[in-house]
């Protein structure tokens, strides 16, 4: 069982969702393949997120993997939100469900029981070797 946050976290993280939520219908993802893509990351309720190199393969308009080293992240997208599941290596860390928005080539989401907030930005498509 996960420990609660301290009422101003769970606050942002509420805020957050909400907004998510009530953000644009999700819309779908962008066409199937891989791509460079940085992962973007908020800990802090409305505190800039920090972002780092990864790798997205778009595998679907339901389906997309993003790995960073020996951690990767699957995304199932269903209509209103998405299924998360880390894996570092092949052990499962973490899972979560989130509402979602696409900004663009961007997917944004959160895991509101840690008060986090996710942005995928996919870059340019790699092309096939």
């Not at 992962?39 to 790995?67: F, M, Y």
């Amino acid at each position: 069982m996960r420990a609660a946050l301290p009422f101003t976290r769970r606050v942002g993280a509420a805020c957050c969702m909400a907004m998510l939520a009530c953000a644009l219908p999700a819309r779908a993802a962008p066409p199937a393949g891989r791509y460079e893509a940085l992962l973007c990351v908020a800990t802090l309720p409305g505190a800039e997120p920090t972002c780092g190199p990864a790798e997205a393969e778009v595998r679907s308009e339901s389906r997309l993997d993003v790995r960073i080293s020996d951690v990767s992240y699957r995304l199932a997208l269903r209509s209103s939100q998405l299924d998360v599941i880390t894996l570092h290596g092949g052990v499962q860390i973490d899972e979560f469900s989130s509402p979602y928005e696409w900004a663009g080539n961007t997917l944004r989401f959160g895991d509101e029981a840690k008060a986090v907030r996710y942005e995928i930005r996919l870059g340019a498509r790699r092309q096939a070797r």
